[in-house]
């Protein structure tokens, strides 16, 4: 621009600063595929069918404590054909499922970016399904205060048969769960852990 005049030049040996790192969108759509993909989708085995009433519904809003639904993502992962595979997956007893690409920084460079997928069921094996992404994830921990919800949590992380690691969290109460999945690496358990805990009483509603 005129009147500027040009940009400084570095001193001798400046290296730039690193952007913060993301993972590509090619290695979280092995992840998504792969052994990760089979632990967080334990629901396909754990869901029993009971005769009870539903008591909660789950929505993806365009906005969760915070973060902004990033469209973007969600089509270059392609949360439609995860939510069809999970739903064929489950053999008809998972009644809705529900997914978002949630991002601090939607269209932009995220700190943080985040993988939700949710489904409604008749009725859930909530102690089964913990007790399942427990034993296959590393580094865990509980999260018994899910958001002032009922039900139980879970964090840790998860790596697939290539090595390929992932934090991720689940929630399961009697008829719904969650799945979260975290898209940007320099995050620990317990960043996640936070994250669901603020984020579940947005995406999950007591009917």
């Known amino acids: 621009m005129a009147g500027w005049g040009a940009p400084p030049v570095p001193p001798p040996g400046f290296v730039p600063p690193a952007a913060p790192k993301k993972r590509p969108v090619g290695l979280m759509i092995g992840l998504i595929g792969g052994g990760v993909t089979a632990a967080l989708a334990a629901i396909v085995v754990l869901v029993v069918v009971l005769t009870q009433p539903d008591s909660h519904s789950l929505s993806t809003p365009a906005s969760a404590a915070g973060f902004t639904r990033d469209n973007a993502a969600e089509q270059r992962i392609n949360t439609e054909e995860l939510k069809r595979n999970l739903r064929n997956q489950a053999n008809g007893k998972v009644k809705r499922v529900v997914s978002a690409v949630y991002s601090n920084a939607p269209g932009g460079t995220a700190n ?21 992404f427990t034993s296959t994830a590393q580094n865990t921990q509980s999260v018994g205060n899910t958001g002032g919800l009922t039900g139980k949590g879970a964090c840790g992380e998860l790596t ?10 689940v929630w399961a109460d009697n008829d719904t769960f969650g799945q979260f999945l975290m898209l940007t690496d320099g995050h620990a358990v317990g960043d996640l852990a936070d994250l669901m805990r603020r984020m579940r ?4 509603k007591t009917n």
């Open 201 to 204: 009483p947005v995406l999950e």
């Open 112 to 132: 943080t970016e985040v993988l939700f997928v949710g489904g409604e069921a008749s009725s859930m094996d909530t102690q089964s399904f913990i007790d399942d």
């Open 160 to 169: 697939d048969s290539a090595g390929r690691d992932a934090v991720a969290c």
